[in-house]
């Protein structure tokens, strides 16, 4: 049995990867539109100082906004802030601080971001780990649960009177967050968040994927039952070839560089839908949505199990803290 519930998410991760390769190699990345400019809109940017991240950074400032990198490296953020203020002349460029494995640090973030009484009009939940071994956050939370999900939890809803304050109807703010073909694969066990019963790297990665979902779901219902002129969309940037493998074992390492050149798509290619749900007016008011390869798709099945998401939300907030409203 331990084996089984051990050996069963690593063969529904990799089954999804092998249809999302298929799907590459027979179909062109998605090309952004030329995208309205983005003047005086203000956005931050999870893990914005690499790969798809920083392509989102780069190119929402080259539209005009300014663009806050948030991550947990200060060295590689201003490297980032200097690469693209050599680019980019129109919009500005900073970096701030924030370890999503911190409940403190998330709630120290969000009081120096509203420290500098600047607006909020979009948040992409970008930043992400992917099939490290079995470690947890300074809180005592699964890494992959606790950094993937619960900090953007935490992180969003601790943002949202900004992004309520700075949108209105017509141009709404809005929440990108980046999820994965793996939430396909994903399980939720209400009972077993942690995944401290059977650890299982994939397992867990891919819950993590499948949270954020029913996190997106969740939280636009709220938004649209509140009148609030915020949407919240979720993001698959189909395989990239990112840093985001490193993790991988030996053999699968091998394996994937071959493929990695002639079937992944370029971090800036994997950035293009998340681009697209964070500034072009095809969007405009438009929420609840996954997207893929720049298209509104179906997710998982699980997804949008109403009462699921429910306890997923009522039990996010008593791990974070937040009062249940």
Known sequence: MWLLSYILPIIRLYLVGVKVLLYQLFNKSFTLPVLPKQNGRVA???GG???M???TSRHLASLGMHVVI???CEEEGMTAVKKIQEEVSVGGVEFMYLDLASLKSIQQFVQRFKDKRLPLHVLVNNAGIMLVPERQTEDGFELHFGLNYLGHFLLTNLLLDPLKKSGRHGACSRVVVMSSATHYGGQLNMKDLQGR???CAHGAYSQSKLALVMFTYQLQDMLVAGGHPVTVNAVDPGMVDTALYENLC???QLAKKPVAKMLFRTPAEGASTAIYAAASSDLEGVG???LYNGRIVESSGISYDENLQAKLWKE???LVGLPQA
């Open 44 to 46: 931050i940017v999870t």
């Open 49 to 51: 100082a690499r790969g």
């Open 53 to 55: 991240g920083y392509e």
């Open 70 to 72: 948030a991550g947990n």
């Open 197 to 199: 019963s059977c650890y």
């Open 250 to 252: 030996s053999p699968a």
């Open 288 to 290: 609840g949505c996954y």
């Open 316 to 318: 996010s907030c008593k």
